[in-house]
């Protein structure tokens, strides 16, 4: 039996299954303070006999073996969480293997073996949202170095027609700070989710992204881009992306055909949690 935590800022999902990833059980519960919601996590996982454990976290967190803070929550502005040994709680436990990550590195995990991406042995996965992040899967393997990627504060190209520097406390003009949900919410004064039919919103956005995938596919060249999160519920985005992209790349590297090759998540909300089973499997 597994046990997987897609472990976000505001909610926790949980989810035992069996060695075939067949659903057991799956519940979800809010982020609350450390203590309070590893208690709800231990009363879920308590009652199951698991073999092993993955998890996907929201970050920044601390993935270097080497590092003495190995396995923690570490910068975050999450109140409460800020150094948060969360895999020593866990391992105290639970005496099994547990596999530690991402949720976005889990969730290009989960798209490249169960999603958008089976045919490729590499894919990037970027979650539009809240914050942006970005996880990459290269040679089936997460891509992980002395930190995990951070894909969403690289710097982008201001928009001409876009004055705002950004929400991002530590840079001005990244791409999280001009592209998450928060950033068009305070550019324009309303929710993202009801500026649908104001064109240059989509452009604008659309601008900051395609630079930032083309950075991506520069650097990384993953075999496919996914991009999930609230914001790409925006289906209009997708053509503009790829349009602006096409600009931006001039033609200089080859990719597959953009439709292929920029796209939605094809399992939807369930990209992080089915990573994170297929990580616990991977621990076995
Ligand atoms: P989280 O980042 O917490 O996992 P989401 O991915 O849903 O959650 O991101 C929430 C952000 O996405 C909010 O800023 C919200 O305004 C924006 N958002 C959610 N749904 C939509 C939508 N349909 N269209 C545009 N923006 C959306
Ligand atoms: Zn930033």
Same mark, same amino acid.
């Given at each position: 039996?597994?046990?997987?935590?897609?472990?976000?800022?505001?909610?926790?999902?949980?989810?035992?299954?069996?060695?075939?990833?067949?659903?057991?059980?799956?519940?979800?519960?809010?982020?609350?303070?450390?203590?309070?919601?590893?208690?709800?996590?231990?009363?879920?996982?308590?009652?199951?006999?698991?073999?092993?454990?993955?998890?996907?976290?929201?970050?920044?967190?601390?993935?270097?073996?080497?590092?003495?803070?190995?396995?923690?929550?570490?910068?975050?502005?999450?109140?409460?969480?800020?150094?948060?040994?969360?895999?020593?709680?866990?391992?105290?436990?639970?005496?099994?293997?547990?596999?530690?990550?991402?949720?976005?590195?889990?969730?290009?995990?989960?798209?490249?073996?169960?999603?958008?991406?089976?045919?490729?042995?590499?894919?990037?996965?970027?979650?539009? $949202?809240? &914050? %942006?992040?970005?996880?990459?899967?290269?040679?089936?393997?997460?891509? #992980?170095? /002395?930190?995990?990627?951070?894909? +969403?504060?690289?710097?982008?190209?201001?928009?001409?027609?876009?004055?705002?520097?950004?929400?991002?406390?530590?840079?001005?003009?990244?791409?999280?700070?001009?592209?998450?949900?928060?950033?068009?919410?305070?550019?324009?004064?309303?929710?993202?989710?009801?500026?649908?039919?104001?064109?240059?919103?989509?452009?604008?956005?659309?601008?900051?992204?395609?630079?930032?995938?083309?950075?991506?596919?520069?650097?990384?060249?993953?075999?496919?881009?996914?991009? $999930?999160? &609230? %914001?790409?519920?925006?289906?209009?985005?997708?053509?503009?992306?790829? #349009?602006? /992209?096409?600009?931006?790349?001039? +033609?200089?590297?080859?990719?597959?055909?953009?439709?292929?090759?920029?796209?939605?998540?094809?399992?939807?909300?369930?990209?992080?949690?089915?990573?994170?089973?297929?990580?616990?499997?991977?621990?076995?």
């Amino acid at each position: 039996m597994l046990g997987a935590i897609e472990a976000g800022g505001t909610k926790f999902v949980l989810a035992v299954s069996d060695n075939n990833l067949e659903n057991i059980e799956r519940i979800s519960i809010p982020t609350t303070l450390p203590q309070e919601t590893f208690a709800k996590v231990f009363d879920f996982f308590d009652k199951y006999e698991l073999e092993a454990i993955g998890i996907g976290s929201f970050g920044p967190i601390d993935i270097n073996k080497k590092s003495a803070t190995y396995g923690y929550i570490t910068s975050t502005p999450k109140p409460g969480w800020k150094n948060t040994d969360f895999l020593g709680k866990m391992k105290e436990r639970y005496n099994i293997p547990i596999s530690w990550t991402t949720d976005v590195n889990a969730a290009a995990y989960g798209e490249l073996k169960k999603g958008s991406a089976t045919d490729e042995k590499s894919c990037l996965y970027l979650t539009v $949202g809240t &914050g %942006v992040g970005g996880g990459a899967v290269i040679n089936e393997k997460p891509l #992980e170095g /002395y930190s995990h990627p951070e894909m +969403g504060h690289i710097l982008v190209k201001p928009h001409p027609k876009d004055s705002f520097s950004g929400t991002c406390p530590y840079h001005k003009n990244c791409l999280e700070g001009l592209a998450s949900g928060p950033a068009i919410e305070k550019r324009y004064n309303k929710k993202a989710e009801t500026l649908t039919d104001t064109d240059e919103v989509w452009q604008i956005e659309a601008y900051y992204l395609a630079q930032a995938l083309m950075t991506y596919t520069l650097t990384l060249g993953p075999e496919k881009i996914i991009l $999930g999160g &609230g %914001v790409m519920h925006q289906k209009q985005l997708f053509p503009l992306i790829r #349009e602006q /992209y096409r600009e931006l790349m001039n +033609g200089y590297v080859e990719t597959p055909d953009l439709e292929e090759y920029i796209v939605p998540p094809k399992l939807s909300d369930n990209a992080g949690l089915t990573g994170c089973l297929l990580l616990a499997k991977e621990e076995l």
